[in-house]
């Protein structure tokens, strides 16, 4: 426990729903200066999250707490949330989904206590997520006994003259979402389970159902990229990504492609994107997932 001044006055209790609106305040603050010290010289000034990102939060983390609410785990100082770890555990698996504490509070010891709370409640179960390269985040994972294995994204407008012939793809339907479950588990020990039904709501579906060659993608309109993408085999893998690709207008980013999913790299520089480093996919008790581009929330 830390000594520093001040810190009698934070409480770590659970997220309750009336939370939501105080922590997505917090949140945007938190992540809008972690972007701001990280950003590289070519990337644009970092913008504080508009009315629909942060409604998108709302929705998120209230989901993830009504499925839940056990891994949901906030810090408040005198009425006020200055930090949040969203945590949740589907089967044999436990993900973070998001984690910070506010700028001025940081490197006080209630990440730790935060991180804690989340960590008991996974109960030694094998963990996944990813992370930010903040210094004290990469810190409290690594002393948290997590991997972290660098992730690579692909920034960029595809390049539509380098788009191949796409076949044996349909749209995924709710029917799909038990052998996708049953991907997840042989992919990264469990399923998605109540979070497909929910990606399902506001994301495109794109399935390989052929025996031998299952594969799934989500694809984001709104933010025009895939947002998760497992396959049973790397040639399906690189299918589905192509139509991911294929279905974006402009700027598009794919991200959490870590070493072992370089079939991602190559399709993307096929497309003429653009290759960078971006933070890890922290891992314990299991294996790189792949063929497989975690998602950042649901991972
Ligand atoms: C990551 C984060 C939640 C940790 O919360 P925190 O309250 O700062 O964490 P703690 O104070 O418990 O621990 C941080 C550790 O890193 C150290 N640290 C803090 N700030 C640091 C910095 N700028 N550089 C290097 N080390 C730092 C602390 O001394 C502490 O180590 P110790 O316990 O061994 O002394 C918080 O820093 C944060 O919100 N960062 C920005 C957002 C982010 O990147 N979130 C992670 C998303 S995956």
Not at 17 to 42: I, K, N
Not at 120 to 142: I, K, Q, V
Not at 187 to 210: C, Q, Y
């Amino acid at each position: 426990m830390s000594d520093h001044v001040g810190m009698d006055s934070v409480r770590i209790r659970p997220l309750t729903p009336d939370d939501l609106p105080g922590a997505e305040r917090a949140s945007a603050v938190t992540f809008l200066e972690a972007d701001r010290l990280s950003r590289r010289w070519d990337e644009p000034e970092p913008e504080p999250p508009d009315a629909a990102a942060s409604r998108r939060w709302i929705d998120t983390i209230g989901y993830l707490l009504s499925v839940d609410p056990g891994g949901c785990w906030v810090a408040e100082d005198s009425g006020t949330i200055v930090g949040f770890a969203i945590s949740q555990n589907r089967g044999r698996v436990w993900y973070l989904a998001t984690y910070g504490v506010l700028p001025g509070q940081q490197g006080k010891g209630i990440g730790r206590r935060l991180m804690d709370a989340a960590l008991a409640h996974a109960d030694g179960r094998p963990g996944l997520f990813s992370a930010t390269t903040h210094p004290a985040a990469t810190r409290r994972y690594r002393l948290a006994g997590f991997t972290l294995h660098p992730q690579m994204r692909m920034v960029g407008r595809v390049d539509r003259s380098t788009l191949p012939a796409i076949s044996g793809l349909r749209q995924g339907r709710p029917e799909d979402l038990e052998w996708m479950d049953q991907l997840d588990v042989r992919l990264r020990g469990a399923g998605h389970g109540p979070d497909h039904l929910h990606m399902l709501e506001g994301l495109r579906l794109v399935v390989s159902d052929a025996s031998g060659r299952r594969g799934y993608v989500y694809i984001d309109h709104d933010r025009d990229r895939p947002a998760l993408l497992a396959a049973a085999d790397i040639a399906t893998a690189e299918t589905l990504l192509w139509e991911a690709l294929a279905s974006t207008r402009d700027q598009t980013l794919v991200n959490c492609i870590t070493t072992a999913n370089h079939w991602a790299v190559d399709v993307g520089l096929a497309a003429r994107l653009d290759l960078a480093q971006e933070g890890y996919l922290a891992l314990r008790g299991m294996a790189e997932p792949t063929p497989y581009l975690a998602s950042g929330h649901y991972l």
